[in-house]
């Protein structure tokens, strides 16, 4: 892997008469020698195929629309905001930063929703306590968002991941295999938060997945399946960095913490393809990359918004 500097230095050292990479996701594709894209890797058999539904909000253009994605403070205090712009074509999504005093008004191109009301009185980034106020009184904290219909799609999303998973519990039950769906999520809170005393408490994820699954788990068509009949906190459990308390948080990816998380979940792969196991549903932060092979997963849900092409090929690989 030569994706760095140093390691470019490293393979020179060697002095090479040659060097071969092997990849499924090259930063530069130079002297490309042989291809296994995943159309021709599907044809050969050699994955599954993929099938993506969308879940997407219409009508909601008028609407000022402002997501927090990210708070920071390490070159002043800044905030990434996503919004919607003004554009030939009419709105579109667009990140911007911004710093105590920004007009959304002046940075959407003077989209009237965000005339009143939407200069940038306040920034936090304390740590666990981020959030920005805006000059009518409103605040939305890291990873919230106000206009759109964000909390309909994502409900809408995690509703059509379990129902897929209990169809393809019903198509392949008598051959033996088990079915696992993945979650991929933005913010640890939004599947386990804590209470005022440090208890652990459902997330808005956690709590909606149990919702819908009691709900689906009362239609007819499902009733047979074995692993409804288990508590519904054993059938979903996530996997996420923690703090030496024992606390769970958000990480890069690509830390220490995330390498533990890993190895835990690797060390745990043949007790999950066990169908004495009754956990089903996984819900990852940024732990689950390349290299977590697990045929069993039948369903991806993205509740995260990932920027990277390469991360979500990974995620996906």
């Known amino acids: 892997v030569d994706s760095t500097d140093k390691a470019q230095e490293a393979i020179k050292a060697l002095n ?44 909601t253009a008028n609407d000022a629309f402002v997501r927090v994605e990210q708070i920071d403070y390490t070159k002043g205090i800044k905030a990434k905001l996503r919004i919607h712009v003004q554009t030939a074509d009419g709105p579109k999504e667009k990140s911007v930063t911004v710093k105590q005093g920004a007009d959304l008004f002046v940075l959407s191109n003077e989209r009237a929703c965000y005339k009143n009301g939407f200069e940038v009185a306040e920034i936090s980034a304390e740590p666990g306590n981020e959030f920005i106020r805006f000059s009518s009184g409103r605040t939305l904290r890291l ?31 008598d051959r033996g295999i088990k079915v696992l769906s993945l979650f991929f999520i933005d913010r640890v809170a939004n599947y386990r938060d804590y209470d005022g005393s440090g208890q652990p408490v459902h997330g808005k994820f956690a709590a909606t997945f149990e919702t819908e699954l009691a709900a689906l788990a009362k239609d007819e068509r499902y009733r047979e399946l074995a692993c409804l009949k288990e508590p519904m906190e054993r059938l979903h459990n996530g996997y996420f960095a923690q703090d030496k308390k024992g606390v769970l ?30 956990l089903r549903f996984i819900f990852s932060h940024s732990a689950l990359r390349e290299g977590w092979d697990n045929p069993n997963v039948f369903q991806i849900c993205t509740l995260n918004e990932t920027k990277s092409a390469v991360k979500k090929r990974q995620e996906i690989g």
């Not at 499924?24 to 020698?33: F, I």
């Not at 599907?42 to 879940?55: C, G, M, T």
């Not at 409900?155 to 198509?171: D, F, G, P, V």
Request: with cysteine; charged share 35%.
């Open 16 to 59: 090479p008469l040659c060097t071969v990479r092997y990849s499924a996701t090259h930063r530069n594709p130079y002297n490309l020698v042989y291809r296994l894209d995943p159309v021709r890797a599907f044809e050969l058999k050699l994955v599954k195929q993929i099938v993506v539904a969308s879940a997407t909000a219409e009508g």
């Open 143 to 173: 990873g919230e968002e106000t206009g759109g219909m964000g909390e309909d799609v994502w409900r809408a999303q995690i509703k059509h991941t379990i129902k897929r998973h209990l169809e393809k519990e019903l198509q392949v039950r």
């Open 249 to 278: 948080k958000d990480t890069r990816g690509d830390t220490q913490a995330d390498d533990e998380v890993y190895n835990l979940i690797m060390k745990e792969k043949e007790r999950l393809l066990s169908l004495d196991e009754p």
